[in-house]
């Protein structure tokens, strides 16, 4: 199936369509941006009407001829392994990692009966908003109920209802009585913290129940979204220290970190995180992408991290090291293109401290864009390449006047940025001509490709010989839509 946006790119004349990248660990899929762009399948010709004969009084028509069986086709004998006697080239079927069968409910069935008969009081109390001794532990054990119906095995296949009767169907009547914005957050922040207490030790569980365990720590909020009185959604930034602590652990399976990575985006993006949390939070990003070995999808999800995190300057160099990161990736040709076009985005949305050098930036942006442009060419056809043009596109541009940047002030995109707006403007125009060709599934062209490059040779000498060579996507990366994670770490 796919899905086709509303959203229309300025200067580009097809609408983009939603691209879902499946990735198996268990199974995982994982939503990236609204980024690639597809035509409506085409059906099948309408045959006759099924069931009508030719009318009354018509000759029954003779039957079609039989054909003659084909004659048995001679296979040559599959090759085998002399020792082992297994065919040369077969692999056997891995065994399913311990990991997706590990069986640890946190409570017996007759505990679970017990706390199910308090539910209705368990709703009530969240409702009314009260933190007295009473109240309070009927919250408790109703929170206690929600989690530990995760870990049961019966309900692998419907985690997502369960984790919902938590973060959806109860939290959104939390606190409904409470007037007073102050009251709500005093009260919703308790409720949460009993969350996160609970949900912790269902990180090492089992591999579905660590999945929805991270999910559910990046839905809680501190305070709904509520125009009637005037309240702005915002989310409950102490969810992200245990999602911290799962990027830093190298016993998580990637699926997992990519849980995780997704959950601290939406806490980060819509909560209000303290300065000092912002500095640790960023060195545990930039220090799980700086290791090239994990899986694309999880370093494209941390530089999508990145560019939420309002960090400019690192507190101990001085430096803007995040811009730093996001640029070394841009350029490195081994990275995947999916990657490096995410680190383009972010680089028009990260806060830019006046250390950054503008003009070398835009000239990484216009050498990238040569690059992937001639890739192109050269594999017309292969999938990522909507994707990551859109992405390009994105540096420049918001997908709406309601997307931020990281300091959630400006709107996102060089273009809105008055620290590089003025200069981003003429990369901007050569790069949009080959953002409009990929998207409406036109062929890039010679002239479009040495516009990009006789710029760089103006703005950056040495740019011109580096701009002629293509670089191939990372070597043992996938470019197709899916990638297996079944046992990795």
């Known amino acids: 199936m796919r899905y086709v946006s509303t959203w229309r790119p300025s200067g580009a004349r097809l609408t983009p369509r939603c ?24 059906g099948a010709p309408p045959g006759p009407p099924g069931g009508h004969g030719g009318g009354a009084g018509s000759k029954k028509a003779a039957p079609p001829p039989k054909k003659a069986a084909p004659p048995p086709v001679a296979t040559a004998p599959v090759p085998v392994d002399s020792q082992t006697g297994i065919p040369l080239g077969f692999e056997p079927k891995k065994e399913v990692p311990e990991l997706m069968l590990l069986d640890q409910q946190l409570v017996s069935d007759d505990t679970l009966a017990k706390w199910a008969k308090d539910l209705s009081k368990y709703r009530t109390a969240l409702r009314n908003g009260e933190l007295t001794p009473a109240a309070k532990a009927l919250i408790t054990n109703g929170i206690k109920f929600r989690i530990a119906t995760m870990t049961v095995k019966k309900n692998q296949q419907v985690l997502h209802e369960k984790r919902e009767d938590l973060t959806v ?20 922040a308790w409720v949460n913290d009993e969350i996160i207490k609970e949900t912790e030790p269902l ?37 992200v220290e245990p999602l911290r602590k799962v990027l830093r652990d190298a016993e998580q399976p990637t699926a997992v970190k990519i849980a995780a990575a997704r959950s601290m985006i939406r806490l980060i993006r819509y909560g209000d995180m303290p300065a000092n949390k912002r500095f640790e939070t960023a060195k545990d ?5 700086a290791k090239t070995d994990h899986h694309f999808w999880y370093q494209m999800r941390l530089v999508e991290l990145l560019s ?4 400019p300057l690192d507190l101990e160099t001085r430096k803007p090291t995040v811009v730093n990161e996001l640029t070394g990736i841009l350029r490195d040709p081994k990275r995947h293109w999916h990657v490096r076009a995410e680190a383009a985005r972010a680089l028009g949305r990260v806060a830019l401290d006046p250390q950054v050098n503008i003009s070398s930036l835009l000239q990484d942006l216009v050498q990238f864009a040569s690059e992937m442009s001639k890739a192109a060419q ?49 990369a901007y125009d050569l790069i949009l001509p080959v953002v409009n060709a990929v998207i409406n599934e036109q062929a890039i062209t010679a002239p ?24 191939p996507p990372s070597q043992g990366a996938s470019n197709g839509p899916a990638a297996s994670f079944a046992g990795e770490k």
Request: charged share 25%; with cysteine.
């Open 19 to 42: 691209g879902i990248f499946t990735l198996s660990v268990g199974i995982l899929v994982a939503w990236g941006t609204c980024d690639i762009l597809s035509a409506q399948p085409k």
């Open 169 to 188: 169907r109860d939290m959104r009547d939390a606190g409904i009585q409470l007037q007073k914005i102050d009251q709500l957050k005093t009260f919703c």
């Open 203 to 239: 990180l090492q569980n089992n591999f579905y129940v660590r999945v929805h365990a991270a999910t559910l720590l990046g839905e809680l909020f501190l305070v709904p979204a509520d125009e009637q009185k005037k309240w702005k959604f915002e989310t409950y930034i102490p969810a």
């Open 285 to 289: 990003v930039l220090a799980e992408v």
């Open 308 to 311: 939420t995190i309002d960090a």
């Open 378 to 426: 050269q594999q017309p056809k292969a999938p990522q390449w909507e994707m990551c043009f859109f992405k390009l596109y994105l540096a420049f541009q918001s997908i709406d006047a309601s997307e931020k940047d990281a300091t959630k002030k400006l709107r996102a995109g060089l273009l809105y940025n008055p620290a590089a707006s003025s200069a981003a403007k003429p």
């Open 448 to 471: 479009q490709v040495q516009a990009m490059d006789d710029w760089l040779s103006k703005s950056r000498p040495t740019a011109s010989a580096k701009s002629s060579e293509v670089k």
